[in-house]
DNA sequence: TCAAAAGTGTTATCCTTACACCCATGT
DNA sequence: ACATGGGTGTAAGGATAACACTTTTGA
């Protein structure tokens, strides 16, 4: 039923002249460089780990490892002596004019899970929230009006009617306005957007204006910008919240990481009941009374639990008003 | 609240000497070339654009252009003629020693969607379920009960018994045994898995067992996988079938083009439903009496409407039995 | 006794899934 | 008449969201 007519090509003999569809890729060498978005969560704060607070860690492809990402964790573990947990790809570019114009430089960054630990020579650890403070809505909306006025007047200032209609909907999508509701996923559209209305800035090289957050070198905001939409995307679907725990935990604390990284507060009594019957985690038969109330039952983690669908179905049992 | 005891750090200043953590990235050249996973649906089956049925086409990073994107797509619309609609990047990886061994090539991939046209010089179109017959589950489960088979001497024949349960799992979760049901999604990790018990070739270049499914150079099957997984989650929430469908179709068609997506059947009123309700496409007002029943209406996409959130909320309403 | 956090029970609501059925056209 | 595909109504079931309330500790 597939494709009946068609014969089945072997494949190509080896020595064949390459069609055109098939370059040679030789021809032009570029640097390669690894960047890394490292998180840990401490003290209900996702923190990442920068040089100065302004740069992300980055490195060199060093040819010999087994992979890419071997190479990745190998290079964070010996430079950082942080145990890299749940490592993933995120997204590869080519940098602009950084080196030569006949040379250009790729950049392939990661997102990196591990336990908060000494930073070494240089480098700090900064909460994430730092850099885009509007992504932190546990407790209310903080720059909302501002945002509002802000992205309204962009709006208005389009060339056509047409554009205004479309930066009126997209600004009211990406930021939850007109009943829309905050989407804590879109993180990334929000930094583009508000690149795009210029109330952002790319890189503290090219300064002028009042920021919205501190910015990072070159385009390292938005690298960062896409690490936390791809984690909280993440968390909803595979158990990798864990990989920022102890190895002992309560429900509260395992509730309240989650709602560090989504940027939002959840129901209690509904996350309780999404983590116990899914059996993600068992009873380690401890207690910890530290906070002046009920002591809590310490859990950990079921390592034996499939990998794949955990932490509910879709969503996170999100607390209705503030 | 979030970081109280940090002090903030401005930016570094421009010409510090570089920490550790932050490598010269010059240092190791490599050579970059693109790959690109082009794909159409025609007949109700989705096709890919191969060189010679077993290569996916590459070509060489072209510095010159704004992005890595910009780059492919050029090269992509000058080779074949085809206007590509939908570009996502697929995942970054070194090759192993395709090159010598201190100069190592980095693949990108991409994945494209279009509409079937000439393919032009030594290039085809092919249906990708000849390279995953696994993979098709419109009509019945092709090879079930040998894969079943199969994969139950392979996990039998695991070290330990610990590792025994674990490939038990793993198989019964990824191929839909025990009751798991079949994950359309899961394609990557079945192609994966079929990879470790062997019973599928990475490239042919090494041959010698009985293969399931056509094997293609290199890793370009495993790259073809990814790009299968990636579309098959993408269509749920974002309208990108529309981009392989002429300007109007119909209802039906729409219906046939995701059921040769994912490989399974869809169940027909609750999909018309599904997409009228959420107004993705308006009527023209033309309709077409073509195969022997009640002449349907036509359709267009609507592309006023917002492109986040399409497609069903997140599910697709998959038909009951076969 | 009160504050604070740990927990449990139950209901309301919505969305998905399934079933049942009627409509329009060509042969 | 009947086969084929187009198209609508509605009920069952399950998951999420919300509300109300009890328990256990420390200050």
Chains 1, 2 share one sequence.
Do not use: C
């Not at 208005?156 to 989407?183: C, I, K, L, V």
């Amino acid at each position: 039923m597939d494709e009946p007519s068609l014969a089945r090509p072997g494949p190509a003999a080896p020595g064949l002249k390459a069609p055109t569809l098939v370059e040679s890729a030789v021809t032009q060498p570029t640097a390669t460089e690894l960047i890394a978005v490292i998180v840990a969560v401490t003290d209900r704060t996702p923190r990442i780990l920068t040089v100065d607070g302004a740069t992300l860690p980055a490195g060199a492809f060093q040819p010999g490892y087994r992979s890419l990402q071997a190479s990745l964790r190998s290079w964070v573990e010996k430079q950082t002596r942080l145990r890299l947990g749940y490592v993933e790809q995120l997204y590869t570019f080519a940098d602009h004019g950084r080196t030569g114009a006949d040379q250009r430089t790729i950049s392939i960054s990661y997102l990196g899970l591990t336990r908060e630990g000494p930073a070494g020579r240089g480098a700090s650890w900064q909460g994430w929230y730092r850099y885009f403070p509007w992504e932190d809505h546990r407790t209310g909306s903080p720059l909302s009006e501002t945002l509002e006025t802000a992205l309204r007047a962009w709006a208005e200032a389009a060339p056509s009617p047409g554009a205004r209609t479309q930066r009126r909907q997209r600004a009211a999508y990406s930021f939850g306005f007109d009943g829309h509701g905050w989407n804590e996923e879109l993180t990334l559209q929000r930094y583009e957007l508000l690149y795009e209305a210029s109330l952002v800035e790319e890189a503290p090289e090219f300064r002028g204006t009042p920021q919205l957050g501190t910015a990072m070198r070159h385009d390292h905001r938005r690298i960062l910008a896409t690490g936390i939409a791809r984690l909280r995307a993440k968390i909803k679907y595979r158990p990798v919240v864990f990989e920022l725990l102890a190895a002992e935990f309560t429900l509260l604390e395992l509730q309240q990481s989650v709602e560090a990284l989504a940027g939002r507060r959840l129901h209690k009594p509904n996350f309780r009941r999404l983590i116990t019957q899914q059996q993600l985690v068992e009873e380690t038969g401890g207690s910890r009374a530290e906070t002046g109330g009920r002591p809590a039952r310490l859990y950990r983690f079921r390592r034996d639990v499939l990998l794949e669908r955990a932490l509910g179905g879709t969503k996170l049992p999100i607390a209705r008003s503030r």
